[in-house]
């Protein structure tokens, strides 16, 4: 409606020019709504499409073998840090059991027996540990080893518990004091 078709009516021009300037009012929300539900209609059509792609990408593929496949790895992995943790924590065990060769005596045990407990130590290994000491005692060191010593060619005649610590270090190229 115009002014004109308002004033046609009989409204006054007063009246009339108020009443156009509700309509507009009226008019300019309902475009802005129309304007904002376009927009949104827009986003969802390019949403939706971006996700149609992406699921077009995994056409074909078999969601349920990649999910087993990611399990099976997962449960290799923690197997696998399970028997790091066992044969870390056999070394530990072996070197404090003074083992002259960790590596012989860890050969010469049944690793079929041997667990790792949640405190960390290690089942079933003591009976064996004792068995092999019994059987084949020269695999471990007794307390009466000797200590180790620096050489420092100073002199080859005396003993070499005279050497002091200074004399150590300038054997090695470094100060004398640190």
Do not use: C
């Not at 992406?54 to 999910?67: H, S, T």
């Not at 960790?102 to 407990?117: E, F, N, T």
């Amino acid at each position: 409606m115009e002014l004109k078709d308002l004033t046609a009516l009989g409204i006054t021009e007063e009246q009339a020019n108020k009443v156009l300037e509700q309509h507009t009012a009226e008019l300019t929300a309902e475009q802005q709504k129309y304007t904002d539900l376009n927009a949104e209609l827009e986003t969802a059509k390019g949403t939706i499409s971006e996700l149609t792609d992406k699921v077009k990408a995994f056409d074909g593929e078999d969601i349920e073998g990649l999910n087993k496949a990611a399990s099976d790895w997962e449960s290799k992995y923690n197997a696998d840090i399970a028997a790091l943790k066992l044969d870390k924590a056999l070394e530990l065990s072996l070197a404090g059991a003074k083992a002259r060769d960790v590596d012989i005596v860890k050969s010469q045990l049944d690793s079929s027996l041997l667990k790792l407990d949640d405190d960390g130590k290690i089942t079933g290994l003591t009976e064996q540990l004792d068995k092999l000491k019994a059987d084949k005692a020269f695999l471990f060191a007794d307390g009466d080893e000797p200590t180790a010593r620096i050489d420092t060619g100073l002199d080859h005649g005396s003993a070499t518990e005279t050497t002091s610590d200074a004399q150590a270090r300038a054997v090695m190229g470094l100060p004398a004091t640190k």
